[in-house]
Each structure stands twice: as structure tokens, then as C-alpha cells.
């Protein structure tokens, strides 16, 4: 099984709500990441979590919160988004970090932020 | 500072044409250089993994080439089909960050004509 999958496809939520958006993976990986999407522009990393740690968090601002319940679950966490928040955002895994490591992507799930 | 750019932005073949879509990337510390397919407001496919020690990766249609050296990579479809029409993305895992950033091109865009 070769699948990262995302909770909900698609979220469309108000500048003062609070939402979670999920992420599992069954393959026994050990790090597993958050980016985010704009249209028509390459991922852009967020957070890494190697070992259920945050290993990286690149200067992502305090609305975006990630946790990482065990080793097969990664929640985001958002409050307080704005508008220009609004993008896909992907979560992937890789069995660690390095030189064999190959990423598998989820679907993605689709944040409007009104 | 790694940064990676493909070429060309956009393509458009006929059906059955084979095709070369590149990717170059400046600094030739990397772990591996991965390529992936996406599909509109999906998420992204592995389609191949090269090592940095790795020449080039086939699979079915498929084959991938690296020149670690002059900081090349390239990506060659066999017989082109409609089914590929996709965006496609060549990312770098840069051995000198710690091995979990992956740094990515901003993709080709392909459309084949039936």
C-alpha cells in the first residue's frame, strides 16, 4: 500500500473559524511533511516531522499548526487564516530522510478561506 | 542557494510523438533527483527516483536521466498518449540541508493531442 491519504478534499471556512485538516499514511514511513500550493506554482514546504518531531518548520506563521499524534497520523491545525491562504494543501511521506527516500503525495485538500 | 528550473514552461505534441522534458538544478550536492506528475488540482504521482550515483531510471515509457555533474536531469516519453497530459515536476533532495527539503522545479505543462 503505497497510499498517503487527506481528510477533507475540499474546506471552505470564515477568517475566525477553526478547522483541522488530516493526513494517514499505512506504509510505516517515519517522516511525513505538509506543503502548500498555489495555482499554477510549485509546492512550498511547511512543516517536516521525522519520528513524530517536528524537525522543520519553515518560518510558517503561528495560524498554521501542525501535530503529529502518532506515527501514522499528521493533523494542520488552522485559525485566524486569511484570504490569501487559500491553496492546496498536500501532505506527504517518506520512510526517512536522505538519500533513498522517495515522497508519495496525498490527493491534496482544497482550502477557501472566505 | 539550490534552485531548480525546467524547461520548456508549456508543451504541445501530437499523439504518438516521444518527447524530452528537462530540468536543470545548480548545485550538484543532492541526495536524488525525483520526478512527478500532476494532474489539475491534484495531488502529485511519483514516477521516478534517481540517486545521486544513479545515471538514469526506466519505467514502462518512461526514462529518467541525471548528470549530477552538470546539474542536468532529464525526462523521456516514449509514444506520448492524451493520458499523459499532466503537469510534470522534477525536484531535488539537496544533501547539504539536513536531507529532508526538497527543493522543486515549477513543472512542465503538457498537453498531448489526440
Known amino acids: 500500500d503505497t497510499e498517503v491519504t487527506q481528510t477533507p478534499k475540499h474546506l471552505v471556512m470564515g477568517m475566525t473559524n477553526k478547522k483541522s485538516l488530516k493526513c494517514e499514511q499505512h506504509?510505516?514511513?517515519?517522516?511525513m511533511y505538509w506543503y502548500k500550493q498555489k495555482a499554477k506554482k510549485p509546492p512550498e514546504l511547511m512543516f517536516v516531522?521525522?519520528?513524530?518531531?517536528?524537525?522543520i518548520n519553515e518560518s510558517v506563521p503561528s495560524r498554521f499548526s501542525p501535530e503529529c499524534p502518532n506515527s501514522s497520523l499528521l493533523n494542520l491545525h488552522l485559525h485566524a487564516l486569511q484570504p490569501e491562504d487559500s491553496a492546496l494543501y498536500l501532505c506527504?511521506?517518506?520512510?526517512?530522510?536522505?538519500?533513498?527516500?522517495?515522497?508519495?503525495f496525498g490527493p491534496g485538500t482544497r482550502l477557501t478561506v472566505l | 542557494k539550490q534552485e531548480v528550473t525546467q524547461i520548456p514552461a508549456a508543451l504541445s505534441v501530437p499523439e504518438g510523438e516521444n518527447l524530452v522534458l528537462n530540468c536543470s538544478f545548480t548545485?550538484?550536492?543532492?541526495?536524488?533527483l525525483q520526478w512527478f506528475r500532476q494532474d489539475p488540482g491534484k495531488g502529485l504521482t511519483s514516477l521516478l527516483l534517481?540517486?545521486?550515483?544513479?545515471r538514469e531510471q526506466t519505467s514502462g515509457r518512461l526514462n529518467a536521466s541525471l548528470d549530477k555533474s552538470s546539474g542536468r536531469s532529464t525526462l523521456y516519453i516514449a509514444a506520448s498518449q492524451p493520458g499523459d497530459s499532466a503537469t510534470y515536476l522534477c525536484?531535488?533532495?539537496?544533501?547539504?540541508?539536513?536531507?529532508?527539503?526538497?527543493?522543486f522545479g515549477a513543472g512542465t505543462r503538457l498537453f498531448v493531442k489526440a
Open positions: 506527504a511521506s517518506s520512510q526517512g530522510q536522505g538519500p533513498y527516500n522517495e515522497q508519495f
Open positions: 506504509m510505516g514511513h517515519r517522516a
Open positions: 516531522y521525522s519520528y513524530e518531531k517536528l524537525s
Open positions: 548545485d550538484s550536492a543532492i541526495y536524488n
Open positions: 534517481i540517486q545521486s550515483s544513479q
Open positions: 525536484a531535488v533532495r539537496p544533501s547539504n540541508t539536513g536531507g529532508f527539503k526538497t527543493i
